[in-house]
């Protein structure tokens, strides 16, 4: 079955460096990979997302990069800041275009010490 | 501001009993999706409904059933609490149409002893 593998599980940078969070996924029909954000107590939220159609893209410290060939995308965060620090999810989408179902890897705990 | 709320926000309850978790969402949504999230499982998908009166299964849908009455709620049932459905339960909305984002509630710890 569909299936989506997150690494690392846990992360510590120093502030001011960068993280990277990795993940593949199974199916080659996947065409959304969105990322999101975990802070303690509260719901996932979205903070960058790419299509199948774009190989990399970026919004201020956070980009993302995406190989279709190798079935693998990537969470860069730069310049990092302790309001960094959460649990960061990836997520392919699945099944038949604009169903909106997506399979999320498990997880990397990020920490940034000050 | 338009949101999605869920509740109880925390709850415990026994093996066996009928246990119903509530979902809000104030932007007119077509598509509603609950989740669990275990630690080492990241979010899994329970059911899902496209509209009013649909309902799907998820890839972890036994022991759960929902509802879509309208579009506002989807209402998640645990027919017969069981302890490996103690977990930390999720819904989420997203537009029919134009746009892929799923927006998630705040979350329902729920602990099945």
């Known amino acids: 079955g569909e299936n989506v593998e997150q690494h690392p599980s846990t992360l510590s940078v120093q502030e001011g460096d960068s993280a990277v969070i990795k993940c593949t996924y199974s199916?080659?029909?996947?065409?959304?990979f969105p990322w999101y954000k975990q802070e303690l107590g509260k719901g996932p939220q979205l903070i960058i997302d790419?299509?199948?159609?774009?190989g990399e893209k970026k919004d201020q410290r956070i980009a993302v990069t995406l190989n279709k060939t190798a079935k693998h995308f990537s969470l860069h965060i730069t310049e990092t800041q302790p309001e960094d620090s959460a649990v960061y999810f990836c997520?392919?989408?699945?099944?038949?275009?604009?169903?909106?179902?997506?399979?999320f890897g498990q997880g990397t705990t990020l920490q940034v010490k000050p | 501001d338009a949101e999605i709320t869920q509740s109880p926000r925390h709850k415990i309850t026994e093996t066996g009993r009928q246990v119903t978790l509530a979902c809000h969402q104030t932007?007119?949504?077509?598509?509603m999706f609950w989740y669990r999230q275990d630690l080492g499982h990241g979010l899994r998908l329970i059911h899902y409904s496209y509209g009013v009166q649909d309902t799907n299964k998820g890839e972890v849908s036994d022991g759960y059933s929902v509802s879509r009455s309208n579009t506002e709620d989807l209402p998640l049932t645990l027919e017969s609490a069981a302890s490996s459905q103690t977990s930390v339960y999720f819904c989420?909305?997203?537009?029919?149409?134009?746009?892929?984002?799923?927006?998630f509630g705040p979350g329902t710890r729920l602990t099945v002893l």
């Open positions: 989420a909305s997203k537009s029919g149409s134009g746009t892929d984002t799923q927006y």
């Open positions: 997520a392919a989408s699945y099944g038949s275009s604009n169903t909106g179902k997506l399979i």
């Open positions: 199916d080659s029909a996947s065409n959304y």
């Open positions: 790419i299509r199948s159609n774009v």
């Open positions: 932007w007119n949504h077509n598509n």
